[in-house]
């Protein structure tokens, strides 16, 4: 099923990013401390900041592979500027250490732009230090309302959508299914408070009351008393913004009688991978729980990328921001032939236009053929059409929504459209 956003949910969509978007001076990428030659070697090269290790690590093996998809395909229809792309791939891990250690080895390596990394927390450990170096830094499932209006230089892209737009589907998801009471659980980082934040406002506005929300540390030992908490309070609905840290909570839950099979839970984009039930001796036990995911369903509509990811990593089983994968490295590459150079701040001028007001093509190919001609163009890649605001992120957007089967396994039971 397909589920059209309407009424009271379109407008908050539609005053939110709308207001962020004309709020944001990010479209100069002269000014600030953004600084590179004008000319670049000719080669355009990328780096990766994505989850080989850490808490979300279940979302890195789509993400290199959608990027080193998109690689070889531009890499077989002839490149950029006449060259191969070049990528470094980096790991991202889950703290500002592994990522910042990547990024200082990848800008001395003379990267042009950095794609990831995966969480939004992380990201914000080193913008700064990729912008401020005139590089471009493109994360393919940053989803923190933060970004939007950061101060970036320019220099900052995302192929996921804001939170706006995931809470606000996330509540209309609950209200749908009746629950009238809520508890949140929430990890203490840009994207989980966020993510509260734009889920809390609509579900409130529509009827529901919060009856215990908790901002928890990650790294704690054990969770038995936002438990604990939570039992006393006996919502209708729980909701679980966390990582792999999920999985614990859920145990507590659980063992206290306020499982899936006992109550409305739900996660996000975070945790509702299948690493979630993997977690479990009875991957069962998670049956039933509900969440959602920006994007497509790679593995049901798509057939053909699909086989094409599973090409370049036959153990997939997760497809999670794959396609904005892909998107995010084909748009830099179409961006750069628009700029006749790879230097990170021509590039990144040329990133939101590529996406919108030109002739449409969707594959990079086509679209290359196209700037070569002289032609505007208007990517739409499989992520969707994209369509970016000046603040660099999509203006349309897809919201999975996912569920456990009863063995465990996340099947996609329809989706919330949402347009800007």
């Known amino acids: 099923?397909?589920?059209?956003?309407?009424?009271?949910?379109?407008?908050?969509?539609?005053?939110?990013?709308?207001?962020?978007?004309?709020?944001?001076?990010?479209?100069?990428?002269?000014?600030?401390?953004?600084?590179?030659?004008?000319?670049?070697?000719?080669?355009?090269?990328?780096?990766?900041?994505?989850?080989?290790?850490?808490?979300?690590?279940?979302?890195?093996?789509p993400e290199f592979a959608g990027v080193e998809l998109a690689i070889a395909d531009i890499n077989a229809a002839g490149g950029v500027l006449g060259n191969d792309i070049e990528w470094l791939p980096?790991?991202?891990?889950?703290?500002?250490?592994?990522?910042?250690?990547?990024?200082?080895r990848l800008l001395a390596e003379d990267v042009d732009g950095f794609i990831g990394a995966a969480s939004s927390g992380v990201s914000l450990t080193v913008i700064d230090k990729i912008t401020q170096a005139g590089k471009i830094h493109f994360s393919p499932a940053n989803t923190s309302p933060a970004f939007t209006t950061y101060d970036d230089n320019g220099l900052y892209f995302r192929t996921a959508p804001s939170d706006v737009v995931q809470g606000a589907?996330?509540?209309?998801?609950?209200?749908?299914?009746?629950?009238?009471?809520v508890a949140f659980l929430v990890l203490n980082d840009s994207y989980g408070t966020g993510l509260l934040e734009f889920t809390k406002g609509p579900y409130e506005a529509n009827g529901g009351t919060v009856v215990y929300e908790v901002i928890y540390d990650p790294q704690a030992e054990n969770f038995d008393a936002e438990v604990a908490a939570t039992v006393e309070a006996d919502p209708d609905a729980i909701v679980i913004i966390g990582f792999d840290e999920t999985s614990k909570i859920l145990t507590g839950l659980i063992e206290n009688g306020m499982g899936p099979s006992d109550k409305l839970?739900?996660?996000?984009?975070?945790?509702?991978?299948?690493?979630?039930?993997?977690?479990?001796?009875d991957p069962s036990v998670v049956a039933g729980m509900r969440g959602t995911l920006p994007g497509v369903d790679v593995a049901g509509e798509l057939g053909d990328f699909r086989d094409a990811l599973l090409g370049i990593d036959g153990d997939l089983i997760d497809f999670s921001y794959a396609a904005e994968s892909y998107d995010a490295v084909v748009i830099t590459a179409l961006a750069a032939i628009a700029a006749g150079s790879d230097d990170g701040v021509a590039v990144a001028a040329e990133i939101n236009d590529v996406t919108r007001g030109g002739t449409k093509c969707t594959s990079f190919e086509e679209c290359a053929g196209l700037l070569a001609d002289g032609t505007d163009i208007d990517y739409d890649g499989f992520s969707g059409p994209l369509e970016f605001i000046d603040a660099g992120e999509p203006s349309q957007a897809?919201?999975?929504?996912?569920?456990?089967?009863?063995?465990?396994?996340i099947f996609v039971d329809g989706s919330i459209e949402g347009q800007i």
Do not use: H, W
Not at 90 to 104: E, K
Not at 169 to 181: K, M, R, V, Y
């Open 1 to 61: 099923m397909t589920k059209k956003i309407t009424g009271l949910l379109a407008i908050l969509l539609s005053f939110s990013l709308i207001a962020a978007a004309c709020g944001n001076d990010d479209e100069d990428t002269t000014s600030g401390g953004g600084s590179s030659s004008e000319a670049g070697d000719g080669i355009l090269r990328l780096g990766g900041i994505l989850p080989e290790t850490g808490n979300l690590a279940f979302l890195g093996p």
């Open 90 to 104: 980096g790991d991202s891990g889950d703290n500002g250490d592994v990522a910042n250690a990547t990024v200082d």
């Open 169 to 181: 589907a996330l509540a209309d998801i609950i209200l749908a299914d009746g629950a009238e009471t």
């Open 265 to 281: 839970v739900y996660g996000t984009d975070g945790n509702m991978g299948n690493a979630l039930a993997q977690a479990f001796d």
């Open 398 to 409: 897809s919201i999975l929504i996912l569920e456990f089967d009863e063995t465990g396994t």
